[in-house]
Structures are given as structure tokens and as C-alpha cells.
Nanobody, 126 residues
Framework: QVQLVESGGGSVEAGESLRLSCEVS????????VGWFRQAPGKEREGVAA???????FVVASVKGRFSVSRDNAKNTVYLEMNNLKPEDTAMYFC????????????????????WGTGLQVTVSS
């Protein structure tokens, strides 16, 4: 059973940076996709970034240039680097796993991910 353990959330001021981590365990293969999603109070969940099984990446336009996604295969960990954070980035952030998505051209739908982390709160104050 795939398990995801997230870390790195917290409270920061606008302009600061955070790096979220998502450690994947219980999957025997190297190629897998991890997506990052966020949900702010009263808003729908939205995709933020993803890294595919072939290490292709996608970052949504609203955060492109500030957020990036990467993977450390030795640690089975995927990172979401968030720079120049803004108050509107405040949300619960979730990582999600799929063993079926290889090449990424767009942000995959959340419905394609079969395992989810418990979420991290990110709060950005102005």
C-alpha cells in the first residue's frame, strides 16, 4: 500500500520561501507521478504542480515562475519549492500519488491519483 508523508508546511511572511516534501513508500517501482494540490478555505481544490514518471514536470500558470517541482529518487521524495510566497498562496497543500501517469503535458486531474497525503497548512501573511 502506497503511503505519502508530507512535511515542510508552516507560516511565513509574503516574499519568503518554503519547500514542501512528499516521501513515497510502499511502491516498488521508480516511475510514478506525484501531484501537488491545494485547497483554500471556501474554495475548490486546485492542482499546483506535478512530476511524471518520466520526470516531466508541469506547473500551473498561476504559480509558474515561483513554484517548481522536483524529485530525489534516492530518498523517494518529491519536493514543491515555493518562492516569493503571496497571501493568496495560503491553503492546505496535499501531495498525491499515481503509478499510471508517465509523461505530463498538463496538470493531471485529482481524480487520477489513487493515494493522498494528509495535507500541510501553508499560511502566508502580508
Amino acid at each position: 500500500q502506497v503511503q505519502l508523508v508530507e512535511s515542510g508546511g508552516g507560516s511565513v511572511e509574503a516574499g519568503e520561501s518554503l519547500r514542501l516534501s512528499c516521501e513515497v513508500s510502499g511502491y516498488p517501482y521508480r516511475r510514478y507521478c506525484v501531484g501537488w494540490f491545494r485547497q483554500a478555505p471556501g474554495k475548490e481544490r486546485e492542482g499546483v504542480a506535478a512530476i511524471g514518471g518520466d520526470d516531466s514536470t508541469f506547473v500551473v500558470a498561476s504559480v509558474k515562475g515561483r513554484f517548481s517541482v522536483s524529485r530525489d529518487n534516492a530518498k523517494n521524495t518529491v519536493y514543491l519549492e515555493m518562492n516569493n510566497l503571496k497571501p493568496e498562496d495560503t491553503a492546505m497543500y496535499f501531495c498525491a500519488f499515481s503509478g499510471d501517469i508517465n509523461n505530463i503535458l498538463n496538470m493531471p486531474s485529482g481524480s487520477l491519483f489513487r493515494s493522498w497525503g494528509t495535507g500541510l497548512q501553508v499560511t502566508v501573511s502580508s
